[in-house]
């Protein structure tokens, strides 16, 4: 062992997280209507499959784009060879104009301050690097992401306190919540660098209030610290409260060009929004020009390839085909988390209400043997093993109450037959009338869920799932039946 680095031998990765863990259990037995019907449907995967329809005639369309043509004449050698790694400039102005039509129009961005990195964990690593130390630590609002423990810390030695939030106001920020954090940081002679949110949240599935926003941008002026907003579920929220990005907050109070202006950073990635997380296409966009400096040289590390900037150069450019596609993609997600809550409500579970991203924030304690984080493992486990669901434990997510269990999470099948699909399958003693049945798709069964009360737990270890054909990998904080 003395061969190889403390890297390679430490456990500081978050391997060993029961959402990890999860995707492993998955991964021995994945379900397959033919040749394994009894494996596990994965649920723990944030992917939004709903619009693939809408992408394949798009690219049905273009075949100059898919073939790398430019009016008619080949560009693929000019692609094939070495780029400039600040990306292409008609890929990077076509994705800050598509940035601002999702958040509709209200701010604008400037593409010379944007970084492309491949995907939207490379571009919070990389942030993690420009604006901390080893031993320093940044801020999170509780349930939080369970990938940045491994995403923000491994490599970076940078260290995650939570902002402690509850369940009493559906899991806001407040500013004794920030308070107290800052404190713990300082309790564990921690330099705090800054905050890092979620918005839209993963895994809660809403959106920051205006308050909140507010709360936060006072917060790291009075400290002296950045705040990241990752930003990367702002174009599906489909239902008020609307999004509003830290962006706009800065420039509604005429932030620009100010100190404030240089400490806040936003993270974006097309993975979510369009649906093409293979796709590795993520970015970093700041005013801070030091920032954006360091961030281009480290990003040598995790380019987006000139073929894939190329063809989306082309797909965004088209202004009917993402205004449909955005206008469609919220439409199709609003139906389905519809269909997710009316068929956990019909077998007497509760969720937090939301109106974005691909998660469901599912309340089980009613099925708890005690208010414990055992007892959330015990439960989470049936589900796992009995029931044939990876869904993430709220603890996963750091959620500081025991009484929350999991979260789900959502994403699709297909666009056909979106109706039948609320009948995919059955719980046996769970589901009420058979058109009322839902399907399960990302499962978070986490803190209490507002507004729910829960009667007649349902017996977990009766359960029996009934998958039907063409189910892909989802992933929406949410569950299937």
């Known amino acids: 062992m003395k061969l190889l680095s403390k890297k390679v031998t430490c456990n500081s990765h978050g391997q060993d997280s029961s959402y990890f863990l999860g995707w492993q259990e998955y991964e021995k037995n994945p379900y397959d209507e033919v040749r394994n019907p009894r494996g596990i449907i994965q649920m723990g995967l944030a992917e939004n499959q709903l619009c693939f329809d809408l992408l394949e005639s798009w690219l049905a369309q273009n075949p100059d784009a898919v073939g790398f043509k430019k009016n008619g004449e080949s560009i693929f050698k000019e692609l094939a060879l070495f780029q400039d790694y600040h990306g292409l400039r008609a890929f990077k102005n076509a994705l800050v104009e598509f940035m601002s039509e999702i958040r509709g129009n209200k701010v604008k961005f400037d593409s010379d301050n944007l970084v492309l990195t491949a995907g939207a964990t490379s571009a919070n690593e990389t942030l993690m690097f420009c604006l901390a130390d080893p031993g320093d630590a940044f801020l999170l609002p509780t349930p939080y992401y369970p990938g940045f423990d491994r995403d923000l810390k491994w490599r970076t030695g940078v260290e995650i306190v939570p902002i402690q939030c509850r369940s009493s106001n559906g899991f806001r920020i407040t500013g004794s919540a920030l308070e107290e954090a800052y404190q713990e940081a300082e309790r564990r002679n921690l330099k705090v660098k800054g905050v890092l949110v979620t918005n839209p949240s993963n895994p809660l599935g809403i959106t920051l209030s205006l308050h909140e926003l507010n709360l936060l941008v006072n917060f790291i002026t009075a400290k002296g610290i950045h705040l990241i907003s990752d930003e990367i579920y702002s174009g599906i929220v489909f239902k008020s409260p609307g999004f509003m990005s830290i962006m706009e907050v800065l ?153 929350s269990v999991e979260r789900i999470h959502g994403g699709d099948y297909g666009t056909e037959g979106h109706d039948k699909e609320a009948n995919n399958g059955e719980v046996d003693g769970i589901g009420g009338e058979e058109e009322d049945n839902v399907v399960f798709e990302n499962i978070h069964v986490g803190g209490e869920a507002s507004g729910n009360g829960v009667d007649g737990s349902p017996d977990v270890e009766k359960a029996e799932l009934m998958p039907s054909e063409g189910i892909d990998e989802c992933d929406l904080t949410m569950v299937r039946s």
């Open 251 to 403: 420039m509604n109070k005429k932030y620009m060009n100010t100190q404030i202006w240089n400490q806040i950073h936003i993270v974006y990635s097309l993975s979510k929004d369009l649906g093409i997380p293979g796709f590795r296409v993520g970015a970093i966009y700041s005013n801070n020009e030091m920032v954006v400096s360091a961030a281009t040289k480290m990003s040598s590390f995790g380019l987006v390839s000139s073929q894939t900037q190329y063809l989306l150069s082309v797909m965004l450019s088209d202004k009917v085909f993402t205004e449909n596609y955005v206008s469609e993609n919220r439409k199709r997600l609003k139906h389905r988390q519809q269909m997710l809550i009316r068929g956990l409500r019909n077998v007497g579970i509760g969720c937090l209400e939301s109106n974005a991203g691909l998660f469901c924030w599912v309340d089980m304690r009613h099925l708890l043997s005690s208010n414990t984080f055992e007892a959330e493992i015990e439960i989470w486990k049936k589900i796992i093993y009995e029931v044939g669901l990876n869904i993430s434990p709220g603890s996963s997510c750091h959620c500081s109450e025991p009484e």
